[in-house]
């Protein structure tokens, strides 16, 4: 709920203040803004009956309120905020164009991109919430812009106005208090950049369904990112407003950085179990059979993956080098390493001997030490339960399917039945190793850093680069997120 303090959550019929709450909140139920405030029950059910009179009891239109609320949360940095009010902004008719423009807080949209309303309520919603004053011709764009809505609703404009200065205090009041407290261990993350997003299942073989989101906007190169064992596709969840974050300036109309493809692989997520063995050459194939199903021109610029993601996407750039102009290999290794056989059989046995969850408290103990951001009393310590949340919702079948390739793989034998030999037929297109210095107490890392010096000194015409991130561990993404895009989207500059 957040990282200073316990939430307060009263259960039905213990406290009515609480109980009022819920009625306003309907099925959602108590939130962790509820659930801080309630710490001081008068103030909760006075702050319950100020945001319902603003959110349901007004007369300004829908689309004009939430986009000043969405503009405070964007100001402010308040992620939890936007959170919660874009699925509203867009019930009120907001569209995604529209609600990037108003996250856009580098620059004010071109005119026909909002209507003179909104525009103005903008304006003023800037004002307020960046100077507190605001500028007198600010005031009176929008009072004027308020008129014909008086009018049809035989109002009167002041009593809008009112209502739309009111909307804008309020809402710096929540932001401020969301992040003081930290509320939902949120005030470190960066506020979401709207996009679109389309949900596929993609056949494979005769009895596997692949489970894919495609994150995308128009006129920009597509990225791929493959998952590592045992979380699914919202492990990037913490990267994508990095990724999607357009450059500055802004150009209109909008062309963002990068279309994304996330999918869960075998066993994961949404992603079916299959029958058949699993291999790294397997996961390969299920990333280029994706990309040339889906993504419009059949060629990305890099398919980026960590830990058993990131062998598949080695394997990948062996194998399809025409499918992608470069790959990013974070924390994973050319082979199965001496004695990570019995390693991954203990793994096995302690999931189907104590569950799941209990697998779940050591892996994250071992991705995450100290002092990550993401270990035992990190900053961090949200993510690292939602990962933890994503191990415990693996099944065992599908924990043994993919632990079954990260058992026995090498990429740098001669070739042989997986048609992979790393340092012979690598180097096709641009590659970027990557670790994070605290996993495997180092050990990770300085594989990759050798596995870069062997195959740049055997093929030289790789350019095979290694970076370490400083502070991370096994899934740098989560993390050191920034740290992380620092260097990848650096990488992806110069491809």
């Known amino acids: 709920m957040s990282r200073l303090i316990p939430g307060r959550a009263p259960p039905p019929g213990v406290s009515s203040i609480a109980d009022r709450i819920r009625e306003r909140r309907g099925a959602r139920g108590l939130t962790p803004l509820d659930q801080a405030l309630l710490h001081v029950p008068p103030v909760a059910e006075g702050w319950n009956s100020l945001l319902g009179a603003i959110r349901t009891k007004g007369s300004l239109p829908g689309d004009v309120r939430e986009l000043m609320i969405l503009r405070v949360a964007a100001r402010n940095h308040a992620a939890f905020e936007w959170i919660h009010h874009e699925h509203v902004g867009r019930a009120e008719g907001l569209n995604t164009t529209q609600l990037w423009a108003i996250r856009d807080t580098t620059s004010l949209p071109p005119p026909s991109l909002l209507s003179p309303l909104q525009a103005a309520a903008l304006a003023f919603a800037d004002h307020s919430t960046v100077s507190v004053r605001v500028p007198t011709d600010v005031t009176s764009a929008l009072q004027e812009q308020l008129k014909p809505v008086a009018a049809a609703g035989k109002l009167d404009v002041d009593d809008l106005l009112v209502e739309a200065a009111a909307a804008v205090a309020i809402y710096n009041m929540v ?10 261990g949120k005030s470190n993350d960066l506020v979401p950049w709207p996009v679109d997003r389309t949900e ?56 963002g950085t990068y279309n994304i493809l996330l999918h869960a692989q075998r066993g994961h997520g949404r992603s079916s179990t299959t029958a058949e063995a699993c291999t790294m050459t397997t996961l390969a194939h299920d990333i280029a059979l994706l990309i040339s199903t889906l ?56 999931a189907k001997a104590d569950g799941m969850a209990a697998l779940a408290t050591a892996t994250v103990d071992r991705w995450f030490p100290a002092p990550s951001k993401c270990g035992t009393g990190g900053m961090l310590g949200p993510r690292t339960e939602a990962v933890k949340r994503m191990i415990e919702a693996t099944t065992i079948p599908g924990f043994e399917l993919g632990a079954g390739a990260l058992m026995a793989y090498d990429l740098i034998k001669p070739l042989a039945e997986d048609g992979v030999d790393l340092l012979n037929t690598g180097g096709q297109v641009k590659t970027l190793l990557v670790a994070g210095e605290l996993d495997g107490g180092g050990k990770v890392g300085a594989g990759m850093k050798a596995l870069s010096e062997k195959w740049n000194e055997a093929t030289p015409a790789a350019k095979v680069h290694y970076v370490e991130i400083p502070g991370a561990g096994h899934l740098p993404m989560v993390d050191e997120t920034e740290k992380f895009w620092d260097v990848v989207g650096a990488f992806l500059n110069t491809v």
Do not use: Y
């Not at 932001?175 to 939902?184: N, P, T």
């Not at 299942?201 to 791929?224: E, M, N, Q, R």
């Open 295 to 350: 993504v419009p021109s059949g060629k990305v610029k890099s398919v980026i993956g960590v830990s058993q993601g990131g062998a598949a996407t080695l394997t990948f750039g062996a194998l399809h080098p025409s499918l992608t102009a470069s790959v990013v290999a974070c924390d994973t290794g050319p082979r199965t390493a001496p004695g990570n056989v019995e390693a991954w059989q203990g793994r096995i046995a302690l």
């Open 175 to 184: 932001s401020r208090f969301l992040i003081s407290l930290d509320v939902a």
């Open 200 to 255: 596929h299942k993609v056949p494979i073989g005769s009895d596997h369904l692949h489970a894919v989101t495609l994150v995308s906007h128009p006129d920009a190169p597509w990225l791929v990112f493959a998952n590592s064992l045992l979380t699914d596709e919202t492990m990037w969840d913490w990267l994508i407003p990095f990724v999607l974050a357009p450059t500055t300036p802004t150009t209109w109309p909008f062309k």
